[in-house]
């Protein structure tokens, strides 16, 4: 069951802002406004009501939506989404400052037993607190989180940028908890640009200066099974009888495979990897 969501602490939260452009300049709050002397003027709007928003992208509108919600019954997730909340939660992460980068909707955060976690996303969903396009530099200063959580993220950015960022922010010892889908359809368009294999993944993270402390790939079952939702989740969205028909059986099959086939876990043919490393 759902844990329930933790507050960020307001004043703790402003005083580890940083202004993307100019990292080292400290940053003065006037009312509900961020201001940075090199900027010469304001480059973040507050909203002070929960959960605090920051909006450093000052009303930009990503066209994503934004009013879906996928709390409560876990069994209406797909295989991969049941796949994260399981990685995390083995994971055991501590409690600390918890920075979730590109968080959605926040989906797995009622499950997590964590005492504050920060939510950032360029796009302003229901819980998100701070707006900033994850392109370029995170407005957090740096050494101040505890934990990193990032899922689903990589493959919605043009570059890995994020992870020179997410080392930066990072304490020394600390974590980030990464997955990454890799045979899934294109999603969330126009932001969907990579399908990143357990081999580049690896490089970059080392090549960033971390350490991979553990990369598994979700199993030949959720594979397939996911594949085989996505096959039959346009015919039925469209009304077609013969497909919702297929897909009972299909569900009856899959079932049995599940029971009765060892399920393998295959790094070069898989739904997406779950990723630990450390910042050393």
């Not at 993220?153 to 997410?166: A, F, Q, R, Y």
């Amino acid at each position: 069951m759902p844990m329930g969501e933790k507050a960020v602490n307001a004043d703790n939260l402003l005083a580890n802002l940083i202004c993307p452009k100019h990292p080292s300049n400290e940053l003065s709050l006037d009312v509900t406004n961020l201001e940075c002397t090199q900027c010469s003027g304001v480059i973040a709007i507050v909203k002070n009501f929960k959960p605090l928003k920051v909006d450093f992208t000052c009303g930009f509108d990503s066209g994503l939506l934004t009013n879906h919600n996928h709390f409560g019954d876990v069994s209406k997730w797909t295989n991969w989404r049941r796949e994260n909340l399981e990685f995390l939660l083995k994971m055991n992460i501590k409690s600390g400052r918890v920075l979730d980068i590109g968080a959605g909707p926040g989906d797995f955060h009622p499950f997590l037993n964590l005492n504050e976690i920060i939510s950032i996303d360029f796009t302003d969903y229901h819980n998100t607190n701070i707006i900033t396009d994850l392109n370029f530099n995170i407005p957090i200063k740096s050494e101040c989180i505890d934990s990193i959580i990032m899922t689903n993220l990589l493959e919605h950015l043009p570059d890995t940028k994020v992870l020179k960022e997410s080392y930066r922010v990072l304490k020394n010892g600390s974590n980030i908890y990464i997955t990454v889908p890799f045979m899934l359809d294109v999603h969330q368009i126009p932001y969907d640009y990579h399908r990143y294999t357990y081999l580049y993944l690896t490089k970059i993270l080392q090549d960033e200066g971390f350490n991979v402390d553990q990369i598994s790939s979700s199993g030949d079952f959720g594979t397939f099974q996911t594949l085989v939702e996505h096959y039959f989740r346009f015919p039925i969205s469209q009304g077609n009888l013969t497909a919702k028909t297929l897909w009972q059986f299909q569900k009856a099959i899959n079932y049995l495979l599940k029971k009765l086939i060892t399920v393998n876990y295959r790094m070069d043919y898989t739904g997406g990897y779950m990723i630990k490393a450390t910042k050393l």
